[in-house]
């Protein structure tokens, strides 16, 4: 699936180029994730908060999938673009030179996560089409701290030679709007310490 990567039409940094690109992938997020996305029938709700960057609204949920804030920099060693060439323009992950405030810590912009929202929205097409090469599902059932109620949480993984993109789903039940499912967190996954927590988790798949 490496050819779905949406690559960086740009070749610098600067942050006129920096605010085209998160306006326009802003727009493909909203036409085509957030208001799309299904899983195992219902849909995946991202939200509907925006926040003003340069006089254009944001959404919030769109931030988070394209950025990542200080605690997660261990996420990003080695450096996640290496592959695709990102690396020789771009090294917001280590210098953090464009940035957003947002939920009162900045975030790092993040093109490469960017460049990946086609490739979240195939993952989903693909599933819902029974096509599950490269893409694995634990669906997890844990009690809620201090409730005696089961959460269900969906892990989905996509893995191959090239990219290892991970998602996690909450499973929510709404007697009014009809249950559907909330979107947690999605992003590639670079450090081997995180690797190999995520694989022995999706390593139950094989014994359930």
Do not use: W
């Amino acid at each position: 699936m490496l050819e779905l990567i949406d690559k960086y039409p740009y070749n610098s940094i600067e942050e006129c180029n920096i605010n085209q690109y998160l306006n326009s992938m802003n727009k493909y997020y909203n036409n085509s994730i957030r208001q799309k996305i299904k899983y195992n029938g219902k849909r995946v709700d991202f939200g509907r908060y925006t926040v003003e960057v340069k006089g254009n609204k944001i959404y919030s949920q769109f931030i988070h999938l394209c950025s990542f804030s200080e605690k997660n920099k261990e996420f990003y060693i080695p450096k996640p673009c290496l592959k695709l060439k990102y690396d020789n323009f771009c090294k917001n992950c280590l210098e953090r030179t464009y940035t957003l405030k947002h939920n009162g810590e900045q975030r790092a912009i993040c093109i490469y996560r960017m460049g990946l929202l086609r490739l979240f929205k195939k993952i989903f097409t693909n599933i819902n089409t029974s096509q599950m090469d490269g893409i694995d599902i634990y669906e997890e059932e844990s009690f809620v701290k201090n409730k005696s109620k089961k959460e269900k949480f969906i892990h989905i993984r996509y893995n191959d030679e090239s990219i290892y993109y991970y998602i996690k789903l909450k499973e929510i039940q709404d007697l009014i709007r009809g249950d559907y499912y909330m979107i947690i967190c999605a992003y590639p996954v670079f450090n081997e310490n995180k690797k190999r927590e995520l694989n022995k988790l999706f390593g139950k798949v094989k014994r359930n």
